[in-house]
T-cell receptor, first 114, second 114 residues
Framework: DVKVTQSSRYLVKRTGEKVFLECVQDMDHENMFWYRQDPGLGLRLIYFSYDVKMKEKGDIPEGYSVSREKKERFSLILESASTNQTSMYLC?????????????FGSGTQLSVL | AQSVTQLDSQVPVFEEAPVELRCNYSSSVSVYLFWYVQYPNQGLQLLLKYLSGSTLVKGINGFEAEFNKSQTSFHLRKPSVHISDTAEYFCAVRFTGGGNKLTFGTGTQLKVEL
């Protein structure tokens, strides 16, 4: 089975801290994605990547950056965490660019910014 | 503007009753349509998808959905639900020609009661 692993299930940080959310997939997928999930808003795309060192902004990139130095790892960075970034963050990966039926999701990281 | 709407945020239903979860989209271009399910404390799993061909698609766990182009809808149905179907269900759309983004609806919480 494809495995998408997010390093932390729960994370508590303080306002202004730099936060790293890590995601690793074990199936050599080209595509990787970061979404945030909020009640009543569904999933919103933050950033995605088609290949190593490639990244593209999603619908809500403000306040976030990403890093993809290796194919299997896609990191989401909050340069200076704010309370409005408290959310569930979901990482996903897929093997073929544009073929979203192959999207696999991690279990999520619930981030609380105090 | 391109958008995905799930009007029902919560749907309570008794076990063994039929259920329909509604999804509508707004688009002037061709679409690919998906339903994902999220069980408590888990990531999202693909239930079913419509890419082309027959407008009635069958997915896992006895779910099916019908693509209606004239009504721009992709409603999810199951003739008889089980307690284990309690989860959050997300409709998702990929709009062709608009970049490789997957747009999610706001989700419908299905609660199956005895």
């Amino acid at each position: 089975d494809v495995k998408v692993t997010q390093s932390s299930r729960y994370l508590v940080k303080r306002t202004g801290e730099k936060v790293f959310l890590e995601c690793v997939q074990d199936m050599d997928h080209e595509n990787m994605f970061w979404y945030r999930q909020d009640p009543g808003l569904g999933l919103r795309l933050i950033y995605f990547s088609y290949d190593v060192k490639m990244k593209e902004k999603g619908d809500i990139p403000e306040g976030y950056s990403v890093s993809r130095e290796k194919k299997e790892r896609f990191s989401l960075i909050l340069e200076s965490a704010s309370t409005n970034q408290t959310s569930m963050y979901l990482c996903a990966s897929g093997p073929i660019p544009g073929q979203y039926e192959k999207l696999f999701f991690g279990s999520g990281t619930q981030l609380s910014v105090l | 503007a391109q958008s995905v709407t799930q009007l029902d945020s919560q749907v309570p239903v008794f076990e063994e009753a039929p259920v329909e979860l509604r999804c509508n989209y707004s688009s002037s271009v061709s679409v690919y349509l998906f339903w994902y399910v999220q069980y408590p404390n888990q990531g999202l799993q693909l239930l079913l998808k419509y890419l082309s061909g027959s407008t009635l698609v069958k997915g896992i766990n006895g779910f099916e959905a019908e693509f209606n182009k004239s009504q721009t809808s992709f409603h999810l149905r199951k003739p008889s639900v089980h307690i284990s179907d309690t989860a959050e269900y997300f409709c998702a759309v990929r709009f062709t020609g608009g970049g490789n983004k997957l747009t999610f609806g706001t989700g419908t919480q299905l609660k199956v009661e005895l």
